[in-house]
């Protein structure tokens, strides 16, 4: 490996340890990331999901888009499993209403961004990652809803028409930019896909940074309960995915998928929804502590992974 390789592969390895030394900073100097605007995230995810496409090929995708079985495991997982889990959750901690409404929210939201880089980082399937990000995204427009009336009693009205242009702005066609780059340049994409890892771990790092900022108030008043209850959601969530995908008799790298896939959500969608639906801020806590525990979680999964080959 040549130097600049090197500094990748060491770079990519310590993921984690960038993550929590950047929720750290985020809570304890807030005022580090108050550069960053909110309407930047769009462009930094659009760069991550970039720097995915370009590190896979439209084989890879006709070869995902075969393996159906992982797709629909990964929705029962995210809208079926997840769902029971965080309400279990909140029953087993004694949550109050509000409390277990977050909590909620977050096991009924879709998968987050950021799993498509933990995917890379593991070994996982990338092209059936970014498949199952966007079937999960589109979902969310009829099962968070449904979710949130089953379990909460609550209306949660989602912006069907936004998710869509979001889905489309900051997934699809990213991906399919690095697609056809890769298509089209393929010795220079071949050099460059050697690197982008490297700024989807920074894009993710900043985007991490930002929401914990400004997320900072509710997560110091979270109580230790309400931590463990959140970081078991995430981290049951992913073994439980991994198990179902297993049991599916899938292949190991499409299990490593569904496992990060399930583990990782989107905690800004859920924040979102607290804001817009519910008047108790305490709703807002659960999705504020996930922005943390679901990074640190898939990124925990990803290094894992990343030393251990892939059965064929």
Not at 231 to 259: D, E, F, M, N
Request: net charge positive; proline share 3%.
């Amino acid at each position: 490996l040549g130097s600049a390789e090197r500094f990748v592969v060491r770079f990519n390895s310590y993921f984690v340890l960038w993550l929590v030394l950047v929720s750290a900073l985020a809570i304890f100097r807030p005022q580090t990331f108050v550069w960053v605007r909110e309407e930047w995230f769009s462009w930094l995810l659009s760069l991550l999901m970039f720097s995915v496409g370009l590190t896979t090929s439209i084989d890879d995708f006709r070869e995902s888009i075969k393996n159906w079985m992982a797709v629909v495991i990964n929705l029962v997982a995210c809208y079926g499993l997840m769902p029971a889990l965080a309400y279990g959750l909140a029953v087993v901690i004694g949550a109050d209403s509000p409390t277990m409404a977050g909590l909620v929210l977050i096991g009924a939201i879709n998968g987050g961004h950021t799993s498509n880089l933990c995917t890379l980082i593991a070994g996982g399937d990338v092209a059936l990652s970014v498949l199952m990000t966007m079937s999960t995204t589109l979902a969310c427009i009829v099962a968070t809803p449904s979710i949130a009336k089953l379990l909460l009693g609550t209306v949660v009205s989602v912006n069907a028409a936004g998710i869509v242009l979001s889905t489309i702005k900051v997934v699809l066609l990213p991906t399919v930019l690095g697609l056809a780059f890769n298509q089209w340049l393929p010795e220079t994409s071949a050099r460059a896909s050697k690197l982008t890892p490297v700024l989807g771990v920074v894009a993710t790092c900043i985007i991490v940074g930002t929401s914990v900022a400004s997320c900072r108030p509710y997560i110091l008043t979270a109580g230790i309960s309400l931590q463990i209850a959140i970081l078991c959601l995430h981290l049951l969530g992913g073994c439980a995915g991994y198990l179902l995908a297993k049991a599916a008799r899938l292949s190991q790298s499409a299990c490593r998928t569904v496992a990060i896939e399930t583990a990782m959500k989107s905690s800004a969608v859920g924040y979102l929804l607290a804001v817009l639906h519910f008047d108790n801020f305490l709703v807002r806590v659960p999705a504020a502590v996930s922005v943390v525990w679901s990074a640190v979680v898939g990124s925990v999964l990803a290094a894992y992974w990343r030393g251990r080959a892939v059965a064929s």
